[in-house]
T-cell receptor, first 113, second 119 residues
Framework: DQQVKQNSPSLSVQEGRISILNCDYT??????FLWYKKYPAEGPTFLIS?????DKNEDGRFTVFLNKSAKHLSLHIVPSQPGDSAVYFC????????????FGKGTKLSVKP | GAVVSQHPSWVICKSGTSVKIECRSL??????MFWYRQFPKQSLMLMAT?????????EQGVEKDKFLINHASLTLSTLTVTSAHPEDSSFYIC???????????????FGPGTRLTVL
């Protein structure tokens, strides 16, 4: 049973518009969440994180929102750029774990010029 | 962010041979490293958790005698695919846990991956 779910396998957005990537989780025992970006044939790179005690974290064009009551988080990218085209993974860290993250299946974002 | 390297970046080998992949944390000490496998168009699959100085913890379904993991130092973990077969062909990615909080939290930094092709 998946604890971290990314229900949209793909998303296509026009350059300059907002990209919204969604992630749902089923376990309330996660203490923080992360987003990773992955290009083909490369390892994922850490993008942004949010603690479970916060509801928003912003870093440049990237903002992550956390809705604990809905067990939902989202990554907003604005404005979207063609270089943002990649697979985005949502990950959650269980409380007390040794950094053993639980990953979603990923969403492939395509930003069209 | 922290730097994690993997070597080799790609390898082609004959069926039945063994292949060793190295994962190094270059600018921090990683007491814990992770090994993942990614099949085409699929998500990352955690294979095992490697702790420095102790035996690796393998995920269900991963053969520990097939995928040997050694974490001999705080900056190096190795994955050896023994007696490789074509079905072992995949993209193997390691990550290193950085608990120092440089990202503001305890997180994993990933290596660039190793493409293994077994003929």
């Amino acid at each position: 049973d998946q604890q971290v779910k990314q229900n949209s396998p793909s998303l296509s957005v026009q350059e300059g518009r907002i990209s919204i990537l969604n992630c749902d989780y089923t376990n309330s025992m996660f203490d923080y969440f992360l987003w990773y970006k992955k290009y083909p044939a490369e390892g994922p790179t850490f993008l942004i994180s949010i603690s479970s005690i916060k509801d928003k974290n912003e870093d440049g064009r990237f903002t992550v929102f956390l809705n604990k009551s809905a067990k939902h988080l989202s990554l907003h990218i604005v404005p979207s750029q063609p270089g943002d085209s990649a697979v985005y993974f949502c990950a959650a860290n269980p409380k007390g774990s040794q950094g053993n993250l639980i990953f979603g299946k990923g969403t492939k974002l395509s930003v069209k010029p | 962010g922290a730097v994690v390297s993997q070597h080799p970046s790609w390898v082609i080998c004959k069926s039945g041979t063994s292949v060793k992949i190295e994962c190094r944390s270059l600018d921090f000490q990683a007491t814990t490293m992770f090994w993942y496998r990614q099949f085409p168009k699929q998500s990352l699959m955690l294979m095992a958790t490697s702790n420095e100085g102790s035996k690796a913890t393998y995920e269900q379904g991963v053969e520990k005698d097939k995928f040997l993991i050694n974490h001999a130092s705080l900056t190096l973990s190795t994955l050896t695919v023994t007696s490789a077969h074509p079905e072992d062909s995949s993209f193997y990615i390691c990550s290193a846990r950085d608990p120092s909080g440089r990202a503001g939290i305890d997180t994993q930094y990933f290596g660039p991956g190793t493409r293994l092709t077994v003929l």
